[in-house]
């Protein structure tokens, strides 16, 4: 595992590059807000963005897809916010959606191991990923803490 330090808006901007086929760049909106630099796994996150953004494309509500991805480090870790506007989870789901292979029927295609490794990925990067709030109204917001350490 390579660790250095991640330039997220790059990394992210790479990943939605990469997902044209489901994140239609005309009608899709991704705005930055201020983003740490974390010092970690280049693939680590990339796999981690990757998956969320996929969720966030699959899982949209009818409105046009909007994501905010925000940050902050507080000298011990970094906190990434990942908020969507889909049609969100509800609450006795949340502990469930990591599980590997669990899928709330949505009648989409999927296999239920995105949330489930991008988690265990966080984990190994020393970090956490968790659903911050979510609802079918305002969508998910997970939060992603990595350590400000090697």
Same mark, same amino acid.
Request: charged letters at 25%.
């Given at each position: 595992?390579?660790?250095?330090?991640?330039?997220?808006?790059?990394?992210?901007?790479?990943?939605?590059? #990469?997902?044209?086929?489901?994140?239609?760049?005309?009608?899709?909106?991704?705005?930055?807000?201020?983003?740490?630099?974390?010092?970690?796994? &280049?693939?680590?996150?990339?796999?981690?963005?990757? #998956?969320?953004?996929?969720?966030?494309?699959?899982? !949209?509500?009818?409105?046009?897809?909007?994501?905010?991805?925000?940050?902050?480090?507080?000298?011990?870790?970094?906190?990434?916010?990942? &908020?969507?506007?889909?049609?969100?989870?509800?609450?006795?789901?949340?502990?469930?959606?990591?599980?590997?292979?669990? &899928?709330?029927?949505?009648?989409? !295609?999927?296999?239920?191991?995105?949330?489930?490794?991008?988690? !265990?990925?966080?984990?190994?990067?020393?970090?956490?990923?968790?659903?911050?709030?979510?609802?079918?109204?305002?969508?998910?917001?997970?939060?992603?803490?990595?350590?400000?350490?090697?």
């Amino acid at each position: 595992m390579c660790i250095r330090d991640r330039h997220l808006a790059e990394l992210v901007n790479e990943v939605r590059n #990469n997902l044209t086929d489901l994140i239609d760049v005309e009608t899709s909106q991704i705005n930055y807000g201020e983003l740490p630099v974390v010092y970690t796994s &280049r693939m680590g996150l990339v796999l981690i963005f990757k #998956n969320l953004l996929e969720n966030a494309a699959k899982f !949209k509500s009818n409105k046009p897809l909007e994501i905010e991805i925000y940050g902050k480090s507080n000298g011990s870790e970094s906190l990434i916010y990942i &908020r969507d506007n889909g049609i969100g989870i509800g609450k006795e789901h949340w502990g469930k959606v990591f599980n590997l292979f669990n &899928r709330l029927d949505h009648g989409l !295609k999927g296999s239920g191991v995105g949330l489930s490794i991008s988690k !265990k990925t966080a984990i190994k990067l020393n970090g956490d990923l968790k659903i911050e709030n979510s609802s079918p109204e305002n969508g998910t917001s997970f939060v992603l803490t990595l350590k400000n350490e090697i």
